[in-house]
């Protein structure tokens, strides 16, 4: 056994146990790590310029549908979460509260920050005063804090970040085509940038975001065959903006209140990068959000430092120079081997190796992290053919992605194929479903599965067969799958 072997080896396999895989993953990769407080991570440096990354990436594409970025304050006082009932029910199990400010109780005790529709729709009621102040299109880049019972790094932990937008429109109808194009923003972020292909579509009444009119969601299928909420877009009707008293004075003159929409994205996008994307021997990143995407390992052999380590630094200015986020590990106490296994582990898209015959033939050696495959290249075209195999390499891994998501979903006609495929198969099942929420509650305590996205476009929701619960009338097509 060689040492790059025994580096890999000691990661558990996804096969034998995905959860110990997925947690020692997280920990060896440098991601995150525990804390003292139950259920909070460290974000780590490698793991945080990977959410850097999908945070730039997604802050241009909400930037450039006019929305502008605001912060506001991480205390809610209880007053302002109790204006609406059904949004304080759903949120009430998981609210941390301040009660003691320094050595003194607080007259009203202050929520922290689970979302922030209370405090946001009471400063909307300040801001807004006309149609001219309409639409308001406002996100925010935050800290969130749900307490959880169960909790797994990124995937679901007591605090997180997240983007929260928050807008207001004059109609209904302009309230609903912000919904929808949010959603389309995230469904286009994740398969372009993520290279993790979604459904999408909206949640049944019993899903939905607490005091949310309609809520619209985007699914992702992890390799273990398990279903991950990328994304949320929520149609909130006039719930909030009539609690919080949010009114214009309409193009007639008369005070109405604004349509409003709340919608988000988290790092648990970070989990789902591993567990799609994810093998036995560690990350495997995408090239547009990977940290570093190329690492340059000149191989420590003679006098390298005088005949090698020159010209691999040349060659990763020359990529950065070429846009490319490219490194360079020189460090002695590390063999070759080591590193190799080392930034296989990491994720990093592509490797250079270049030693002592490389830099006579005039060559470096690229190897792909997603295949693993090798080829040969001159050094004078490095920054003209790295660009072209990191899109591949981008390509690639949505290929796969996307090949093992439509080979993960299938149709059920009946109740017991339903359960079957559930038990030995895993991933999505498309089933016709009739719209009651007695069988949508049967199937989730039978076979824990739940309705992840009922489509919005397309003609499977149209003519729907039987109920796959009951029998009855079909009245849509939904898609169902056991989820985290």
């Given at each position: 056994m060689n040492e790059n072997e025994r580096q890999v080896r000691q990661i558990t396999q996804k096969s034998d146990d995905f959860a110990k895989w997925?947690?020692?993953?997280?920990?060896?990769?440098?991601?995150?790590d525990y804390t003292p407080m139950k259920g909070m991570m460290v974000i780590r440096p490698h793991g945080y310029a990977v959410w850097e990354n999908i945070q730039r990436a997604l802050d241009?594409?909400?930037?450039?549908?006019?929305?502008?970025?605001?912060?506001?304050?991480?205390?809610?006082?209880e007053s302002f979460l109790k204006k609406e009932a059904e949004h304080v029910k759903g949120f009430s199990?998981?609210?941390?509260?301040?009660?003691?400010?320094?050595?003194?109780?607080?007259?009203?005790?202050?929520?922290?920050r689970p979302t922030s529709e209370a405090i946001i729709g009471h400063m909307y009621a300040k801001w807004i005063k006309s149609w001219r102040d309409l639409p308001l299109l406002i996100n925010q880049w935050a800290n969130i804090v749900r307490w959880e019972k169960v909790t797994r790094p990124f995937l679901r932990t007591t605090e997180f970040l997240w983007q929260e937008g928050h807008t207001c429109h004059e109609t209904a109808e302009e309230g609903e085509a912000e919904t929808l194009k949010i959603l389309g923003l995230y469904k286009e972020f994740c398969e372009t940038e993520l290279a993790i292909p979604v459904l999408s579509g909206r949640k049944s009444l019993s899903e939905k975001f607490a005091g949310a009119s309609m809520t619209y969601a985007i699914e992702a299928l992890m390799s273990d065959g398990k279903a991950l909420q990328m994304g949320t877009s929520?149609?909130?009707?006039?719930?909030?903006?009539?609690?919080?008293?949010?009114?214009?004075?309409?193009?007639?003159?008369?005070?109405?209140?604004?349509?409003?929409?709340?919608?988000?994205?988290?790092?648990?996008?970070?989990?789902?990068?591993?567990?799609?994307?994810?093998?036995?021997?560690?990350l495997r990143f995408p090239p547009r959000i990977a940290p570093v995407q190329v690492m340059v390992v000149p191989i420590s052999i003679g006098n390298w430092r005088e005949s090698v380590l020159p010209v691999a630094q040349a060659a990763v200015e020359g990529l950065r120079s070429a846009g490319v986020r490219a490194s360079i590990d020189a460090r002695e106490e590390a063999t070759p081997g080591w590193k190799f296994s080392e930034y296989e582990m990491r994720g990093v898209p592509l490797r250079i190796e270049i030693g002592p015959r490389d830099i006579k033939a005039g060559q470096a050696v690229l190897v792909r992290r997603d295949t693993k495959a090798k080829e040969t290249v001159p050094l004078a075209s490095l920054t003209s053919r790295v660009p072209v195999l990191l899109e591949s390499i981008q390509a690639g891994l949505m290929a796969q992605a996307r090949a093992f998501l439509e080979a993960n979903i299938r149709d059920?006609?009946?109740?017991?194929?339903?359960?079957?495929?559930?038990?030995?198969?895993?991933?999505?099942?498309?089933?016709?479903?009739c719209g009651g929420e007695a069988c949508e509650d049967r199937i989730k305590t039978e076979t824990m599965a739940t309705i992840r996205v009922i489509p919005i476009d397309g003609?499977?929701?149209?003519?729907?067969?039987?109920?796959?619960?009951?029998?009855?009338?079909?009245?849509?097509?939904?898609?169902?799958?056991?989820a985290y």
């Open positions: 997925y947690v020692e993953i997280v920990q060896k990769a440098e991601l995150a241009l594409r909400i930037k450039a549908t006019g929305h502008v970025n605001a912060y506001f304050p991480l205390f809610i006082p199990p998981e609210v941390a509260w301040v009660t003691i400010g320094g050595k003194e109780e607080l007259e009203e005790k202050l929520a922290v929520h149609n909130l009707g006039q719930h909030f903006s009539k609690a919080f008293d949010i009114k214009f004075e309409d193009r007639s003159q008369t005070l109405q209140y604004v349509w409003q929409t709340s919608w988000g994205m988290t790092t648990r996008t970070i989990g789902a990068l591993i567990m799609v994307h994810g093998d036995d021997s560690g059920a006609s009946d109740y017991q194929g339903f359960k079957d495929i559930l038990e030995n198969q895993r991933g999505f099942v498309r089933a016709p479903w003609d499977e929701e149209k003519t729907p067969g039987p109920c796959v619960a009951c029998g009855g009338k079909g009245q849509t097509v939904a898609y169902f799958a056991r």
